[in-house]
Structures are given as C-alpha cells and as structure tokens.
C-alpha cells in the first residue's frame, strides 16, 4: 500500500525516508492522479485541520477516495470537542498522575511526534494519547488543580511550529514510524492488504493454538494480504492496517472490545465486530434475546438480589449460576442446594448486579456449532472433561484432563434440527464468525449459548476441512474490507 504525507510546503520537510513520497496539500486535492489513487495511506501533516481548511479537506477526501487517513476527520472533530478530550479512562488517568507526580508547576505541555515525546519518561504517555486521538503530530496541555492533573486539550502542531532542537527528534521518530518491517518496499509491492491478528501470548486458552494462527497467516498470505501478529501493546497502530482479526478471548469491559470497536471507526474490516462481541458476551442480554425469539434453551431466570428464591421456585436443584460475561466455562458454577446457591450467589452479586441461573441439563456432550456468514463452518461434538460436568474443568491437576474428547462430522451426519436451531440463534445476533453450543433432549435442540469469537484449533475444529477452513475465514474478512 502506497504511503503519502500531505504537507502545506513539501520543501521543509527535509527528512529522507524510503517509499514515503512527499506532496503537498494543493497538489493531494487537485491531482487526478491522487484521486484515483485506492490503496494508498495518508498521513495529514497539513497545518491547519479546522473545517473547510485544505487540512480538513485532505482527511475528508482521502475517506471519500477509500484511502487509509491519519488523522480522519472524526479524529481531527474529536480534538475539537473538550468533553471527548477529557474523557479518559481510569487506567489513563492513572499513568497521567504517575508520569507528572514529579513536576511543581501547576501547567504542563506535552509535545507528541508520531507517538513519542523527546523526553523518555513521557513516552508511554505520548504513546497512550496518540492511540486516543491518532494525530501525527499534536501537543497535550496539562492543569493542575491542587489535588491532581487534568488533562486541559490536545492540539495539533503544524510542522512549521515544530521548535529548531526537536526537529532531529521529529526525523528520527518518523523514520521508526515509516520503516517499521511491515513498511518495506517488498511488501508495498507484494500485498494488497494489510491484516492484524490481535493475539495473547500469555492466555492459557487461547480461540486458537499456534498451529492454528500460523495456518491463519499461510492462509491469509496466499490470498493478498501482509500478516502482523499484534497485542493490546498495539491499539495506537490500528488505524494503519486495512483489517484486524481477533484471536484472543473477548470481553466487554477489555480491551479486546476497545480495540474492535477502534477499528470499525477507522473504517476497518473487523472480526469479531464490537456488535458481535456485545451481544454474545453478555449472557443476560443472550438469554433474552433468544427467549424473545422463542428459540428453545434450558429453563433461566436472570437473578437479582431481591430474587434469589426465584432459583429454587423455578428451577430446582442442581441449577447452574453464571456471571454475565463468562467465558470458555469460568464464571460458572452449579448448585446443588439452598445453602451453597446462597453461597455463590451472594459472591457473584459482588461482580454483576445480575446474573443468570439455568435448569441443569447432564449430557455426556454438547455439540458445537461453528459458523460463518450464516453458513455453516463445522460441527464438532465436545465431551465433558473426565469426572466433571463441564467440558473445560479448570480445577483438575492434570493438563491432559482439563478438556474432554471431541468428535467431528460432515454437515450431512449431523441431525438437521441441531443445524437448523444453531443458524435459527445466530441470524438474531449478526453475520459473522460464532460457535453455537446445542443440547440434543429427546430429538430436540436446546441451545446452550452462542459465543462470538469460537474456537478454530489445528487438529480439533479443522479435522474435516483443513486448510480450506483457514481460508474460508480470511477470504470472509477480506469480503467486507471495501463493503
């Protein structure tokens, strides 16, 4: 993808940095050539972004012309707007104090060159407010009230208004910025796309092991695109890849539904989609809206505290508890009497106002629905994990009986009412990528859950399909990069 920085007066940027053309603001908005231009990133170093100045006009046509801009207009809007610049969260505000708890002054002004400040004790919170607000260049004010300090706004700074001794710092953070790996001219030239796959290197259970994500990279290689393995570490960089792919558990309140949501405002292809990880990581919300829908699932009440003999009046003993947002089968227990329900439940009332309680239903297994753009994907049979109720027990001291067996089907062996159901559940939550947990009760499907972001492991989930399946994904996400 080709790279362009957009500048007022192309003559003082002075800095020489391979397969980065330089143009300036009049030449980007008048040219033909820049407007044909699709696979094209902009950076916007014009100096001024106020509305209907050639700045703003840069990051408004290049979005009207499909091409990659930093900043974009909502960005450039956002700086602008005082309550979103204030807005941070708890962990920002935390290394706000931490990194100016040492200065006397009641002001403080912190200058931001492609995500790094000159000094290196305000480089973490350079990155952290570049990430925010995505503007190449920009300074942050700080106030002091008497307690703690408030972050006052964040500006842009021409390049003309960069000060003499910071220009080398400037050059050589733009150089780092511009050459990363993923930048060179082999690459540019081999690539069509840009694809980040969101990974935790420390999860114990992670959507997919590593032979998995390499079959994912071959996979997304063969079919155009450059492949970067990227953490939470990298939220700020989001904006330059064309699509991301989460392969790492999701959650609401993380950063894995911060950093989807992020790229869906930068006009990114998204797998999973902020949407799909609401829906599907709240069981409360799951629990409705399937019980609206009239598809069958185990008898719930969704618990509050001034409820909680509604468990034992609706469902009996055993039940099964759930906090919410649990996941991979943590954050559920079950119950098998008024004492220890009183037990768990007043614990996890600690952690959600609700909660859902479910009638227990044993079976030696649940089928696993995986599907795709309301296709099915694959179906597997998951068996409980040796001596427990639950396919994942995460109590047991051996590794080998933390899971159980599994067993895998062609669609054409699996009853048609478990297929039928699992598609019935996931058109009322969107047209992505999601694994639909079944119980077969006499000749009927019961679903358990449906979870966003579903297990695609080599050697389980890819048993009948192979390496047919690591494509059908990617070549999915690559459909929706230009929708």
Known sequence: ???????????????????????????????????????????????????????????????????????????????????????????????????????RSSEFVLSIYFGRNISPQYDKLAKVLYKLFQAPMSRARFLFDGKKW?????????FKDVPEHHLEFVGNFAKEYFTLSRYNKAKVDKYKYDLAILVNPEETSPPSNKKAISNFVEAAEKLGCYVELITKEDHSRIAQ??????????????????????????????????????RCANKVYLAELLSQAKIATPKTAIIQSDNIKDIEIKLGFPCVLKLPDSSFSQGVVKVTNVEEMKVKVKEMLKVSDLIIAQEYIPT?????????????????????????????????????????????????????????????????????????????????????EINDNPNIDAGVEDSILHDKIYTMVIEYLLSLVNR
């Open 1 to 103: 993808m080709k790279k362009i920085i957009v500048i007022n007066n192309p003559h003082k940027w002075n800095f020489n940095i391979p397969d980065v053309e330089v143009v300036s603001s009049k030449v980007y908005l008048e040219s033909e050539t820049y407007a044909k231009m699709k696979n094209a990133r902009v950076f916007n170093l014009c100096y001024d972004y106020a509305y209907q100045t050639r700045g703003y006009y840069v990051s408004l046509l290049a979005a009207a012309r499909g091409q990659k801009v930093i900043p974009s207009v909502k960005n450039i809007l956002d700086l602008k707007a005082q309550a979103i610049v204030k807005s941070i969260s708890e962990a920002e505000d935390l290394l706000i104090q931490k990194s100016l708890k040492h200065l």
């Open 150 to 158: 408030e972050i006052h706004s964040v500006k842009t700074i021409p």
């Open 241 to 278: 890849f064309d699509a991301l792919f989460i392969r790492e558990t999701t959650a609401v309140n993380h950063h894995t539904y911060r950093m989807s949501r992020h790229a869906q405002r930068e006009g990114l292809a998204v797998l999973d989609s902020p949407e799909s990880i609401l």
């Open 364 to 448: 030696s297994y649940d089928w696993r629905v995986g599907v795709l753009d309301n296709k099915v994907l694959f179906v597997c049979k998951y068996y409980m994990a040796k001596d427990h109720w639950q396919i994942y027990n995460w109590g047991s001291k051996k590794k080998s009986d933390v899971t159980g067996n599994f067993d895998i089907f062609e669609l054409d062996e699996v009853p048609p009412f478990i297929i039928e159901t699992a598609l019935k559940g996931t058109k009322l939550i969107g047209n992505g990528l999601y694994g639909v947990d079944v119980k077969e009760i006499d000749g009927k499907a019961v679903i358990i």
